[in-house]
């Protein structure tokens, strides 16, 4: 008997598994990590947490525990091999799980304004502490030898925080657009190529969370944090313009 309903929820579980991937959120413009990674885990999360008749409510809260439970380790914890691997597995599963809320509102034909905003308040969150994290482990416990090294978790703040204004209000614009037209929503029908996925791959979440196990090694974690926030300063001064473009283009409301 027991081994019957294995098997059905099995199978249940591979129906929604596959309902999932067919309204997949669109991959335009998504970065391989996230798009090859994160978001098919995600599908196996909501899955489960729908057989378990948890909400995407719920989702978000576990992933803002596992997060910030990582984003305080890196503040608090004397960088170690053990605790590198410890954040990283932290911060990854919490990145899974915020992609699981998502599509177990899709999954449930959408969720509420409240679950959203809460998704988003989270997002937010962890985008400016996480780097300022960084810097409270730098300054605590990284031999600085210039000062000015300390400015590179402050301009990544500052860059992860300006993207995630401008990408939610672009995405907000783009609901709103006065010709009652949609952006396209599913991965099969609005996909970018490979080759722009594995491009835009350092401005992925995913990559920064799988660095920090290299936060016991100072130098090799310096540069590639530094690069990270280099690379990711650079694409958004070129997404900025092409967004500011794509909203001009957008028919104009009659001003009341």
Request: glycine share 6%.
């Amino acid at each position: 008997m027991s081994e019957e309903r294995a098997g059905g929820t099995g199978t249940r579980h591979g129906a929604i598994v596959a309902s999932l991937a067919r309204a997949q959120k669109s991959n335009r413009g998504a970065p391989a990590y996230t798009r090859f990674v994160n978001r098919p885990l995600g599908r196996h999360v909501a899955a489960v947490a729908s057989l378990r008749a948890l909400t995407p409510s719920n989702i978000t809260a576990l992933s803002a525990g596992f997060t910030f439970a990582g984003v305080g380790a890196i503040a608090a914890l004397r960088p170690s091999w053990w605790s590198g691997a410890v954040i990283t597995a932290l911060l990854a599963s919490g990145h899974v799980l915020d992609s699981a809320d998502g599509q177990l509102a899709r999954l449930q034909h959408g969720g509420t304004p409240a679950g959203e905003w809460l998704d988003h308040v989270v997002d937010c969150i962890k985008c400016a502490s996480i780097h300022l994290a960084v810097l409270i482990c730098w300054f605590r416990f990284y031999e600085v030898s210039d000062e000015r090294l300390l400015l590179v978790p402050l301009a990544f703040a500052f860059k992860q925080n300006v993207f995630y204004f401008a990408i939610m209000l672009s995405e907000q614009l783009r609901r709103a657009r006065p010709d009652g037209s949609a952006m396209p929503s599913r991965a099969s029908s609005d996909s970018s190529p490979v080759w722009y996925s594995l491009a835009v791959l350092p401005a992925d979440y995913g990559v920064l969370c799988w660095s920090f196990v290299l936060l016991a090694a100072q130098t090799p974690f310096t540069i590639v944090y530094s690069v990270l926030a280099a690379v990711n300063l650079a694409l958004l001064s070129l997404a900025l313009p092409r967004w500011y473009r794509e909203m001009r283009s957008y028919t104009r409301t009659a001003r009341s």
